[in-house]
């Protein structure tokens, strides 16, 4: 389910076609379609099915629901029919009707007509864009008489992965979606790609591009005068409109899912299906349709046992799915998420639509949800509320009416409060009392949202422009560039990655234009939304549905975002510490980090939305913009050293200065944490290797043969003494702050360049110190003299260090003080290891070094080993133990004897 891709002007590429048309779940065994490609004159077409009628050619991806009554119209005009095919019927109705002919289309569907003879290509998009249609400028065939080509595609990722486009990013989208503000309907996160509108059909030519609107719909609808008020009639209407929806959705022979949330909208969609089935009218969803749902019962909501009412309450109760996603799962799926979506998202919920699609995927062809819904009816929160701001009258208690309209007025504000609580209370929180409030601007780079951002604000959720005032426009608004516009191009995006055809009942454009004739009182009584459908299904589903207040954001289910996050905060952070995140132009690494250091102590008012979006975005960066190595299906597992081998990129022998030769083998551990015996798990990795020589190979003899020490790291002594300590408890203060930012940090380690290690430093050393040593340091760069700060600050303050992209965890998310009394370790290790090591190596031990050790530096912290501690650090000089996450946080050091 890859879509459809072509291009107009660039046929001196053969190999385009095939690139573009490449799906990537081909091989995935997931029922995706195959493609077939042609030429036809300037343009070129790939699509599962390439139709062709006189001298036009079609590609379809999508669905035409009302297919049966457009071919009855084109037959009593004289066209035929080879088969059943929707393509025949788009193409028929195109070459009847031109472009006006998508106006009389009801479906899901992106088209590209081909006019070879006028080398003309049509492209369109349904009304509401249920189906992405993508299309980008690039350069063309000079030769054949076409400087400016266009590729166009189904998929985003199909015009990145074919080259024909840059992998760059539109720079002002990001920030607008940083921001939290609507973005245009047309804008992609890529440079240089537009997406079609809803409802628009573009036509390019050697003449050029034009653009234009074939369906009037949203425009209707955001000027609609709703006429309609209450009435008693108003929720069978409903049921009848839906009920022609659905039967129109649900196409044999192929099985048809439900998903459920438990919600009031695709309760309705089950309970017509349902319905149908009773009349014989669901041939494509079975006598036993399966659902779908996701649930979080430890979360303290209800989902559970709604979605259990809502089955139970349909007469022919199908088989049904209920997952339970988890945050490992989540963390797991992340990869294969991002790619999915292709382009960043506002919400964390898109992923529930993601694993109810997987699940459904092999069970049935199409999946029916209650997208749209809600929205459709005012059954939001936050439309209520704009419902209640509309009538201020009413909120504030001097409504008209007299008695009656007081005590009607009352009422509804007595019934808002919840709907009010869920969209006030996020807000609220993040100005609470001790809670500092962290503007999302404070987390980008300043000159990115000068460039970008227009008119900046200081809030997250900002709009970039004025909120329509009347709720038919609110609607069309959400339509275009809302939520609703995000939850749409989700399905689409997860229903094509798991080959199952997502259907919205709820966007039938008779539905649409339905519901934006209806009046308020139609649709919110008593504080509550959705009156009509509420009503309309208040005799099959049970009150603690019905009457159930809706989650605020749209979808199956709402992510426990907050929790999963908090569990997940140790890979967050680490992808917020790492490199590549820290040269996006449009983040302020510092700021961000700190910000989320808060958001874990909920001492500061960062949104758990804006940690998404910038989480979402960087991973979006790393898998579909960032040069990535290409995958080797062939190459070998990965090895795991033995003690007797190097760390990758290091060696076995060093030689000193003075010709001495010592051979360091590196032992692999498990990891040290806070509550470990470090001398008893010591020894042990000390007598697996001896334990383990004498098989290990003649060529070991020599060199084990002189004397020999035990270098052990001074992270595991620090970390197994409680010296080291998540960045998220150390309580870092505005000195530790300010200091930090004048430190350099170096590739092989972030010393005191992080506001946790110097509040480390000033809670080992003292403020005042620290700043004596800071001015003096500052001096000594000043007249060419380095390291002046560690000299004067005293101390092991340079063992401090903080956490690393290529550490593992949990030195990834911790600063770790340096380890106190480290002679004193070394002494201890010495006497353990000379008590239980066998002969011949008993005699020969010459004692411990406690090391701290990085790529670009070397710092004996103990020892009980006689000699000068520079000797040690030579020894070390290309740190054997290695810089990243090879886990080798020990080495055994052997002098070989001379000659």
């Given at each position: 389910?890859?879509?459809?891709a072509g291009h107009?002007?660039?046929?001196?590429?053969?190999?385009?076609l095939d690139?573009?048309?490449?799906c990537?779940?081909?091989?995935?065994g997931d029922?995706?379609?195959?493609?077939?490609t042609?030429t036809?004159?300037?343009?070129?077409?790939s699509?599962?099915?390439?139709?062709?009628?006189?001298?036009?050619?079609?590609?379809?991806?999508g669905?035409?629901?009302?297919r049966?009554?457009?071919?009855?119209?084109?037959?009593?005009?004289g066209h035929t029919?080879?088969?059943?095919?929707?393509?025949?019927?788009?193409?028929a109705?195109?070459v009847?009707?031109?472009?006006?002919g998508?106006?009389?289309l009801e479906?899901a569907?992106?088209?590209?007509?081909v006019d070879p003879d006028?080398g003309?290509?049509?492209?369109?998009?349904d009304?509401?864009?249920l189906?992405s249609?993508?299309?980008a400028?690039?350069?063309?065939d000079?030769?054949?008489?076409?400087?400016?080509g266009?590729?166009f595609?189904?998929?985003?990722?199909a015009?990145?992965?074919?080259?024909?486009?840059?992998r760059?990013?539109?720079e002002?989208?990001?920030?607008?979606y940083?921001?939290?503000?609507?973005?245009?309907e047309?804008?992609?996160?890529?440079?240089?790609v537009?997406r079609?509108?809803?409802?628009?059909?573009?036509?390019?030519?050697?003449?050029?591009?034009e653009?234009?609107?074939?369906?009037t719909?949203l425009?209707?609808?955001?000027v609609?005068t709703?006429a309609?008020?209450?009435?008693?009639?108003?929720p069978?209407?409903?049921?009848?409109?839906?009920?022609d929806?659905?039967?129109?959705r649900?196409r044999?022979?192929?099985?048809?899912?439900?998903?459920?949330?438990?919600?009031?909208a695709?309760?309705?969609?089950?309970?017509a299906?349902?319905?149908?089935?009773?009349?014989?009218?669901?041939?494509?969803?079975?006598a036993s349709p399966?659902?779908?749902?996701?649930?979080?019962?430890?979360h303290?909501?209800?989902d559970?046992?709604a979605v259990?009412?809502?089955?139970?309450?349909?007469?022919?109760?199908g088989?049904?799915?209920?997952?339970?996603p988890t945050?490992?799962e989540?963390?797991?799926?992340?990869?294969?998420?991002?790619?999915?979506?292709?382009e960043?998202?506002?919400?964390v919920?898109a992923?529930?639509?993601?694993?109810?699609?997987?699940e459904?995927?092999?069970q049935?062809?199409?999946?029916?949800?209650?997208?749209?819904g809600l929205?459709?009816l005012s059954?939001r929160p936050e439309?209520?509320?704009?419902?209640?701001?509309?009538?201020p009258?009413a909120v504030?208690?001097r409504p008209?009416?007299?008695?009656?309209?007081?005590l009607?007025a009352?009422r509804?504000?007595?019934?808002s409060?919840?709907?009010?609580?869920?969209?006030?209370?996020?807000?609220?929180?993040?100005?609470?009392?001790?809670?500092?409030?962290?503007?999302?601007?404070?987390?980008?780079?300043r000159t990115f949202?000068?460039?970008?951002?227009?008119?900046?604000?200081?809030?997250p959720?900002?709009?970039?422009?004025?909120?329509?005032?009347t709720?038919a426009?609110?609607?069309?608004?959400?339509?275009r560039h809302?939520?609703?516009?995000?939850?749409?191009?989700?399905?689409?995006?997860?229903?094509?990655?798991?080959?199952?055809?997502?259907?919205q009942?709820?966007?039938?454009?008779?539905?649409v234009r339905?519901a934006?004739?209806?009046?308020?009182?139609?649709?919110v009584?008593?504080g509550?939304?959705a009156?009509v459908?509420?009503?309309?299904?208040?005799?099959r589903?049970p009150?603690?549905v019905?009457d159930?207040?809706e989650?605020?954001?749209g979808?199956?289910?709402a992510v426990?975002?907050?929790?999963w996050?908090?569990?997940l905060?140790?890979?967050?952070?680490?992808?917020f510490?790492s490199?590549?995140?820290?040269?996006?132009?449009?983040v302020?690494?510092?700021?961000?980090l700190?910000?989320?250091e808060?958001?874990i102590k909920g001492?500061?008012?960062?949104?758990?939305?804006?940690?998404?979006?910038?989480?979402?975005?960087?991973?979006?960066?790393?898998?579909?913009v960032?040069?990535?190595p290409?995958d080797?299906?062939?190459?070998?597992?990965v090895?795991?050293k033995?003690?007797?081998?190097?760390?990758?990129?290091?060696?076995?022998d060093?030689?000193?200065d003075?010709?001495?030769?010592?051979?360091?083998?590196p032992l692999?551990?498990?990891?040290?944490?806070?509550d470990d015996?470090l001398?008893?798990?010591?020894?042990?990795y000390v007598e697996?290797?001896?334990?383990g020589?004498?098989?290990?190979?003649p060529?070991h003899?020599?060199?084990?043969s002189?004397p020999?020490?035990l270098?052990?790291?001074?992270k595991?002594?620090?970390?197994?003494?409680g010296?080291?300590?998540?960045i998220?408890?150390?309580?870092?203060?505005r000195?530790?702050?300010v200091?930090?930012?004048?430190?350099?940090r170096t590739?092989?380690?972030?010393?005191?360049?992080?506001?946790?290690?110097?509040?480390?430093?000033?809670e080992?050393?003292?403020?005042a110190?620290v700043?004596?040593?800071?001015?003096?340091?500052?001096?000594g760069?000043?007249?060419?003299?380095?390291?002046?700060?560690?000299e004067?600050?005293?101390?092991?303050?340079?063992?401090i260090?903080?956490?690393?992209?290529?550490?593992?965890?949990?030195?990834?998310v911790?600063?770790?003080?340096?380890?106190k009394?480290p002679?004193?370790?070394a002494?201890?290790?010495?006497a353990?290891?000379?008590?239980?090591v066998p002969?011949p190596?008993?005699?020969?031990?010459?004692?411990?070094?406690?090391m701290?050790?990085?790529?670009i530096g070397?710092?004996?912290l103990?020892?009980?080993a006689?000699?000068?501690?520079?000797r040690?650090e030579?020894?070390?000089?290309?740190?054997p133990l290695g810089?990243?996450?090879?886990?080798?946080?020990m080495?055994?050091?052997?002098?070989r004897?001379?000659g």
């Amino acid at each position: 389910m890859c879509g459809i891709a072509g291009h107009h002007g660039l046929t001196a590429d053969p190999s385009l076609l095939d690139r573009l048309g490449r799906c990537p779940w081909d091989e995935a065994g997931d029922g995706s379609e195959g493609t077939e490609t042609a030429t036809l004159g300037p343009v070129g077409l790939s699509a599962p099915v390439v139709g062709r009628s006189g001298r036009f050619a079609v590609a379809l991806d999508g669905e035409v629901y009302n297919r049966v009554d457009v071919r009855r119209d084109l037959e009593g005009l004289g066209h035929t029919f080879e088969g059943e095919a929707d393509w025949e019927v788009v193409l028929a109705a195109f070459v009847e009707w031109g472009e006006s002919g998508f106006d009389r289309l009801e479906g899901a569907f992106a088209v590209a007509v081909v006019d070879p003879d006028a080398g003309r290509l049509t492209l369109a998009r349904d009304h509401l864009g249920l189906r992405s249609l993508h299309l980008a400028q690039v350069a063309g065939d000079a030769g054949d008489g076409h400087p400016t080509g266009w590729v166009f595609a189904s998929r985003l990722t199909a015009l990145l992965d074919s080259g024909a486009v840059a992998r760059a990013v539109d720079e002002r989208t990001v920030c607008d979606y940083l921001l939290g503000r609507p973005r245009d309907e047309r804008s992609t996160f890529v440079a240089g790609v537009e997406r079609l509108a809803p409802g628009e059909v573009v036509t390019v030519s050697d003449a050029g591009v034009e653009r234009r609107r074939f369906s009037t719909l949203l425009d209707d609808v955001a000027v609609a005068t709703p006429a309609r008020h209450w009435e008693a009639g108003l929720p069978a209407e409903l049921r009848s409109r839906l009920a022609d929806s659905v039967r129109r959705r649900l196409r044999a022979p192929a099985p048809v899912g439900v998903g459920v949330s438990g919600g009031l909208a695709s309760g309705a969609v089950a309970l017509a299906v349902d319905d149908l089935a009773d009349t014989g009218s669901a041939a494509g969803a079975g006598a036993s349709p399966a659902t779908f749902s996701a649930v979080f019962p430890e979360h303290g909501g209800d989902d559970e046992r709604a979605v259990e009412a809502v089955t139970r309450a349909c007469r022919h109760e199908g088989r049904p799915h209920v997952l339970t996603p988890t945050p490992t799962e989540f963390k797991n799926d992340l990869s294969d998420l991002v790619r999915t979506l292709e382009e960043p998202v506002d919400s964390v919920d898109a992923y529930v639509r993601y694993r109810v699609a997987r699940e459904a995927s092999g069970q049935v062809a199409a999946l029916l949800s209650g997208t749209g819904g809600l929205d459709l009816l005012s059954g939001r929160p936050e439309q209520v509320v704009a419902h209640l701001r509309a009538r201020p009258s009413a909120v504030a208690g001097r409504p008209s009416g007299g008695p009656a309209g007081v005590l009607a007025a009352a009422r509804e504000a007595a019934g808002s409060v919840g709907a009010v609580a869920r969209v006030g209370l996020p807000a609220l929180a993040a100005r609470v009392p001790g809670r500092g409030h962290v503007p999302v601007t404070t987390l980008l780079d300043r000159t990115f949202v000068g460039r970008h951002g227009g008119r900046t604000s200081a809030t997250p959720s900002a709009p970039a422009a004025p909120t329509p005032a009347t709720r038919a426009g609110r609607l069309a608004d959400s339509l275009r560039h809302g939520a609703l516009r995000e939850q749409l191009l989700v399905d689409e995006r997860v229903g094509r990655r798991h080959g199952v055809r997502t259907r919205q009942p709820w966007l039938d454009t008779g539905l649409v234009r339905f519901a934006a004739d209806l009046g308020d009182d139609a649709l919110v009584s008593g504080g509550r939304g959705a009156r009509v459908l509420r009503e309309a299904v208040r005799d099959r589903l049970p009150a603690s549905v019905t009457d159930r207040r809706e989650p605020a954001s749209g979808g199956l289910a709402a992510v426990p975002a907050d929790e999963w996050f908090m569990r997940l905060k140790n890979h967050v952070y680490g992808i917020f510490l790492s490199e590549p995140f820290a040269n996006r132009p449009w983040v302020d690494q510092t700021e961000v980090l700190h910000a989320f250091e808060g958001w874990i102590k909920g001492s500061h008012g960062t949104t758990t939305d804006v940690v998404w979006r910038l989480l979402n975005l960087e991973l979006w960066m790393q898998e579909l913009v960032d040069d990535r190595p290409a995958d080797d299906a062939d190459a070998a597992p990965v090895h795991v050293k033995t003690d007797y081998e190097a760390n990758a990129r290091k060696q076995l022998d060093l030689t000193l200065d003075d010709g001495t030769v010592v051979r360091r083998y590196p032992l692999r551990t498990e990891l040290f944490g806070r509550d470990d015996d470090l001398d008893a798990r010591t020894l042990a990795y000390v007598e697996r290797f001896f334990d383990g020589l004498p098989a290990a190979g003649p060529e070991h003899e020599g060199p084990t043969s002189g004397p020999w020490h035990l270098f052990i790291s001074e992270k595991i002594v620090a970390i197994t003494q409680g010296r080291s300590f998540f960045i998220w408890d150390i309580k870092v203060g505005r000195a530790a702050r300010v200091l930090s930012r004048y430190v350099t940090r170096t590739p092989a380690g972030i010393g005191l360049g992080s506001p946790f290690t110097m509040q480390l430093a000033i809670e080992e050393a003292g403020l005042a110190r620290v700043l004596y040593a800071s001015a003096g340091g500052f001096a000594g760069k000043l007249v060419g003299r380095r390291g002046l700060f560690y000299e004067l600050v005293g101390g092991d303050i340079r063992a401090i260090d903080g956490p690393t992209e290529y550490s593992v965890y949990p030195a990834n998310v911790s600063a770790k003080l340096a380890p106190k009394d480290p002679d004193e370790v070394a002494a201890r290790l010495s006497a353990a290891i000379r008590a239980r090591v066998p002969e011949p190596w008993r005699s020969t031990y010459a004692g411990t070094v406690v090391m701290d050790a990085n790529d670009i530096g070397r710092n004996a912290l103990g020892q009980d080993a006689a000699g000068d501690r520079s000797r040690y650090e030579a020894m070390f000089a290309d740190n054997p133990l290695g810089q990243g996450s090879e886990q080798t946080p020990m080495a055994l050091v052997f002098v070989r004897p001379r000659g």
